[in-house]
């Protein structure tokens, strides 16, 4: 195992198959692609290339790393139904996550209220990402003044895919809870036919629970939830997962989303839609994906399961989910 | 100095060491450590015996039982049916068999109560108590597949 810390989270590589030296220069590529990830669209580094958007007021010529992802974040738009948008930056803001979260975390205690409060009477726009302008052909990008751009969870979770690229057959590569998991678990080496790896996850309501084993191979898992990220701002908890509708933090039947589908970026684009959206319509928007399984865990304790998934052991409150039809209308208020 | 005066001062100096005169000396505070050797090593031996005899009357053929304690022909020997076959005649040593080293044939068709298995050897289809679980659960746990206790190393969570 190697761990390093990099975006706010702690990467740990698991390749046990591989000499203990050649894991070590794993390791260091795997934070080297971290690293240059986060210089680029980190929104809490000054200098990295999504700040420099988030402050042009002209036409931004972007990399061609920063066009893809944002090419790459239309299609994430669209696939959600608008549930997932990068343009939550400004109310990410003003719900009071401006800087990375342990500073957040840490200035709550003493002040319960956004650095940046909204104006009283003012009445926040809900940007749309269709007003985002990417210009492919002159790698140019537009972007209205009033709109910020934030592109955290996905650049997580591509970020793992990339670095997934650099792993031996056997390995799994977790990034505080975005994982992509390789081949097979090494320690099933005298093979009783299963194979893959097992994955937990865990139980929003207890850190140290666990609601479902899921057994995965050449796959990647995902989980969004709103138990860590959140922070006090007044009188009410706020949390980082922002509902593109309300421009707020989304208010959910669900406690935890995980899901698992071919790469992590996917993955972590659908935890989120799926956990804004709801027990109904994000079981909906999920079942009419293919090779994506999930795992809802609801606030009344339900644990409910979607699609494909190797389910090894799970909680006594679970039941599959034959159809988002079997849900109780429940949806987020 | 007169020869009778010798002769006063030798019966003087006998009459000084007489037993009687050692009888009245003062008792010292340490005993002979030979005599005290020779009390503790008589107490030992004393205890033993009547340790030995008292329990263990049945390994001495010629001893008598002692009064008050039962011999093996007092105790009530258990009942046993009279139809219950032997599984070994008498005088052979009883011995241990492993179910699952039996033969197939040799095996006796065994009736168990509900809810009753015949535990293996394999680990992991035996039934155990309050086996260690790698993960702590929060509510009541099912199986839905058992396999090979590996130990999950990957842990997803909102991050």
């Not at chain 1, 210009?135 to 895919?161: C, F, H, N, S």
């Not at chain 1, 678990?185 to 790896?197: M, R």
Request: proline share 8%.
């Amino acid at each position: 195992m190697f761990s390093l810390r990099a975006m706010d989270t702690e990467i740990t590589l698991h390749a046990p198959g591989l000499p203990a030296e050649h894991r070590a220069a794993l390791g260091l590529a795997v934070g080297d692609v971290f690293a240059a990830a986060e210089a680029r669209f980190s929104r809490f580094l000054h200098h990295s290339e999504l700040s420099q958007l988030n402050r042009a007021t002209e036409a931004f010529a972007a990399s061609p790393a920063l066009l893809a992802a944002l090419l790459r974040a239309r299609g994430h738009v669209a696939m959600t139904e608008g549930r997932f948008d990068p343009t939550i930056g400004g109310a990410l803001i003003a719900a009071g996550y401006d800087q990375s979260f342990d500073r957040v975390f840490a200035r709550a205690g003493e002040r319960a209220s956004p650095s940046h409060p909204r104006p009283a009477g003012h009445a926040a726009r809900r940007p749309r990402f269709e007003e985002i302008d990417v210009d492919e052909a002159r790698g140019l990008v537009y972007r209205p003044l009033d709109i910020q751009l934030d592109l955290g969870g996905m650049i997580k979770g591509a970020t793992v895919d990339e670095a997934s690229r650099l792993l031996p057959r056997d390995a799994a590569l977790d990034a505080g809870g975005d994982a992509v998991l390789r081949g097979d678990d090494p320690a099933d080496g005298d093979g009783d036919g299963s194979g893959g790896w097992l994955v937990e996850v865990e139980d929003p309501r207890d850190p140290d629970g666990t609601v479902a084993t899921l057994r995965l191979r050449d796959q990647a898992v995902a989980t969004s939830a709103a138990n860590r990220r959140r922070w006090r701002a007044g009188q009410r908890w706020a949390h980082h997962l922002i509902d593109p509708a309300t421009g707020a933090p989304a208010r959910t039947d669900l406690l935890q989303v995980t899901v698992v589908a071919d790469r992590a970026e996917r993955a972590e684009v659908l935890a989120k839609a799926a956990f804004i959206a709801g027990s109904r319509d994000g079981a909906r928007l999920l079942s009419r994906l293919p090779g994506v399984g999930a795992v809802l865990v609801r606030a009344d304790g339900a644990l409910l399961f979607l699609g494909a998934l190797d389910v090894v052991e799970h909680a006594a409150a679970a039941r599959p989910l034959a159809a988002p039809s079997a849900i109780a209308p429940q949806g987020g208020p | 100095m007169t020869a009778n005066a010798t002769t006063k001062d030798a019966t003087k100096a006998k009459a000084m060491t007489s037993p009687l005169d050692r009888k009245k000396a003062p008792a010292t505070a340490r005993q002979d450590p030979g005599e005290l050797r020779w009390w503790i090593t008589a107490g030992l031996a004393t205890t033993y015996l009547v340790a030995w005899w008292a329990f263990a009357p049945a390994q001495v053929s010629d001893a008598p039982a002692p009064t008050g304690l039962a011999t093996e022909a007092d105790v009530t020997a258990p009942p046993v049916a009279a139809a219950a076959p032997r599984s070994t005649p008498p005088g052979a040593t009883n011995v241990v068999l492993w179910w699952h080293e039996l033969p197939l044939a040799l095996r006796p068709k065994l009736e168990l109560p509900a809810g009753w298995q015949v535990a293996t050897p394999d680990r992991r289809a035996a039934p155990t108590i309050g086996a260690q679980r790698a993960w702590r659960p929060t509510a009541a746990y099912r199986t839905v597949a058992q396999e090979r206790r590996r130990r999950p190393r990957v842990r997803t969570r909102s991050s």
